[in-house]
């Protein structure tokens, strides 16, 4: 079936370097794409967003990345902190806004001071 | 309040007990979901309410799992005759279609069953 996966199940980084976090996904009718930061013991919580119309958007710090032509998504994180340890997911929908959100199962995130 | 809560924050349960879990979203958010965290896994789809539309429970796992939304507010997710496979971490999420597409997820009800 369609799925959302990641490549790396864990992400070791120093902190003050960009981190860079990828995410593979199979269902080419997928049109919206989330990227959520879980920290340990707390509900997920929303870092950025993009459309399949567009392939870069920029947060504060964050920048998504959609290569539609290869099914891959990616999140930077830029001088990475020691609050960016975290588990990161990337999720997308099908359906539209309105549709059910598919989840990979995470790449955690650990920044060495 | 200023963001979804969830209750309890924690449950243990004996196997073959019901256990009730409870969400209260942002007011305004016409959607809510349901979602199951597995220790180690990402997040498990498993029924969506959106306002006064039938509900997509195509993620419910076995007929054990039910959920009921008020209107547009409180939202129970009941598992009867709870399974040691059931422990997991219970998530709930709303969402303003209005405004924005993004999901507000609770802290989460962590299940353990004995």
């Known amino acids: 079936g369609e799925s959302v996966g990641l490549h790396l199940p864990t992400l070791s980084v120093q902190e003050g370097d960009n981190s860079i976090i990828n995410c593979a996904y199979s269902?080419?009718?997928?049109?919206?794409f989330i990227w959520y930061k879980q920290e340990s013991g707390k509900g997920p919580q929303f870092i950025i967003d993009?459309?399949?119309?567009?392939d870069k958007r920029q947060g504060q710090r964050v920048t998504v990345l959609l290569n539609k032509t290869v099914k891959h998504l990616s999140l930077q994180i830029a001088a990475t902190q020691p609050g960016d340890s975290a588990v990161y997911f990337c999720?997308?929908?099908?359906?539209?806004?309105?549709?059910?959100?598919?989840f990979g199962k995470g790449t955690k995130l650990s920044v060495k001071p | 309040g200023a963001g979804v809560s969830q209750s309890p924050s924690n449950k243990v349960t004996e196997k073959g007990k019901d256990v009730e879990l409870r969400c209260d979203p942002i007011?305004?958010?016409?959607?809510l979901y349901w979602y199951r965290q597995r220790l180690g896994q990402g997040l498990e789809f498993l029924i969506y309410?959106?306002?006064?539309?039938?509900?997509?429970k195509s993620g419910l796992p076995s007929d054990r799992f039910s959920a009921e939304r008020t209107g547009e507010s409180v939202s129970t997710l009941t598992i009867q005759r709870t399974q040691q496979e059931d422990s997991a971490v219970y998530l709930c999420?709303?969402?303003?279609?209005?405004?924005?597409?993004?999901?507000?997820f609770g802290p989460g009800t962590r299940l353990t069953v004995l």
């Open positions: 999720a997308e929908t099908y359906g539209g806004s309105q549709g059910n959100l598919i």
């Open positions: 269902n080419s009718a997928s049109d919206y």
């Open positions: 993009i459309r399949s119309n567009m």
């Open positions: 007011s305004g958010h016409t959607a």
């Open positions: 309410f959106q306002g006064n539309s039938a509900p997509d």
């Open positions: 999420a709303g969402q303003d279609f209005t405004n924005t597409d993004t999901q507000y």
